[in-house]
C-alpha cells in the first residue's frame, strides 16, 4: 500500500492513498484536514517540510493492504464501514490503528468487539482487550475462556499471543476456581475424605467413595473450569447403583460452591 500526497493545488488540499499489493492499485482520496485530525502519525508527518513531504516522486509506501485501509480511512472519514466479523479483519486494523495513532478508529473497533459476531473468540478478544487496556472487555473475555481447557493444544497458540501478566492472570483464574472448589469441597457439610468413626458401633468408616467423587470433580475442573459439566451432566447422570450420600442435597450445595468461585480475572 503506498501514499500518493497531492499538494492542494493539485487536487485540492486531497491526499490519494494507492494499494499496490493488488494486481489493479486501488485508490483512496482523503482530505488532508481529516488525516491530521484523527491521526497523530499523520499530523506529525504533515508538519515536516514540504520538499520531505514530496521526496520519492510524492509517494509514501504503506506497509497494510487495501482492505485494512479502507476500513480504517472509512472511521476516519466518518463513512459507513463494511461489515467487520472475523479478527482476521480486526487484527491488521488495529495494528494499524495502533501505527498510525487513531483513538477515533479504535474507539470503534472496542464497540465491535463485543458485538455477537467477534464474541465466539474469547481469547483473541482477551488478547485485543489486554493489549489496550480494556478492563471490562477482558473480564468478559476471561470469563468465557471458563469452558476452555488451558492445556489443549488448540488453546496454546492464543496464549502466545498474551503478554507475561495478561497470561498469569488468567491462569490464576482457572487455578482459583479448581483450587477454590477442592477447598471447599473439605469444608463442611461435606466430610474430609479421611477415616472417621461411627458414633454408634465405634467401627472404622472409610469414605472412599467421597474421596474418589471428589477427585473425578477435581479433574473436571480442570478441564473446564466452567464447572457446568459437573453440576449438569457429570452428578445427575452418574449411573451408580446405590446412594451412599444424599445426591439432590449434595448436587445443591456443589452447585452453590461452583457459583461463588471467581468468574473473571482480577484487575488488582
Avoid at 459437573?230 to 445426591?247: A, F, M, V
Wanted: aromatic share 8%; glycine share 4%; hydrophobic share 35%.
Amino acid at each position: 500500500m503506498q501514499l500518493d500526497l497531492i499538494t492542494s493545488s493539485q487536487s485540492q488540499n486531497r491526499d490519494t492513498m494507492e494499494s499496490d499489493g493488488a494486481q489493479t492499485s486501488v485508490y483512496f482520496r482523503l482530505h488532508s484536514h481529516n488525516l491530521k485530525i484523527a491521526s497523530g502519525f499523520f499530523r506529525q508527518m504533515f508538519m515536516l517540510p514540504q520538499n520531505t513531504q514530496l521526496d520519492n516522486n510524492g509517494i509514501l509506501y504503506l506497509e497494510e493492504d487495501e482492505v485494512t485501509l479502507e476500513n480504517l480511512f472509512r472511521m476516519i472519514s466518518g463513512l459507513s464501514v463494511p461489515p467487520i466479523d472475523s479478527y482476521d479483519l480486526v487484527d491488521p486494523l488495529l495494528d494499524a490503528i495502533e501505527k498510525y495513532d487513531t483513538p477515533g478508529p479504535l474507539s470503534i473497533v472496542r464497540l465491535l468487539v463485543m458485538t455477537p459476531a467477534l464474541l465466539n473468540e474469547p481469547f483473541r478478544l482477551y488478547a485485543v482487550a489486554c493489549r489496550f487496556g480494556w478492563d471490562d472487555e477482558a473480564q468478559y473475555a476471561s470469563s468465557q475462556t471458563l469452558a476452555y481447557d488451558l492445556h489443549c493444544p488448540d488453546v496454546r497458540p492464543y496464549l502466545t499471543r498474551l503478554s507475561t501478566n495478561a497470561l498469569l492472570r488468567l491462569l490464576d483464574l482457572h487455578r482459583s476456581r479448581r483450587e477454590g472448589l477442592r477447598q471447599r469441597l473439605d469444608d463442611p457439610p461435606f466430610v474430609s475424605g479421611g477415616l472417621a468413626t461411627c458414633n454408634n458401633c465405634n467401627s472404622t468408616i472409610d469414605y472412599h467413595t467421597w474421596r474418589e467423587l471428589k477427585y473425578k470433580i477435581i479433574l473436571e475442573m480442570d478441564v473446564r473450569p466452567l464447572g457446568d459439566s459437573i453440576s449438569d451432566e457429570g452428578l445427575t447422570d452418574w449411573s451408580c447403583s446405590r446412594s451412599l450420600y444424599d445426591k439432590s442435597e449434595t448436587l445443591r450445595v456443589i452447585r452453590e460452591c461452583i457459583e461463588k468461585l471467581p468468574k473473571m480475572i482480577s484487575l488488582s
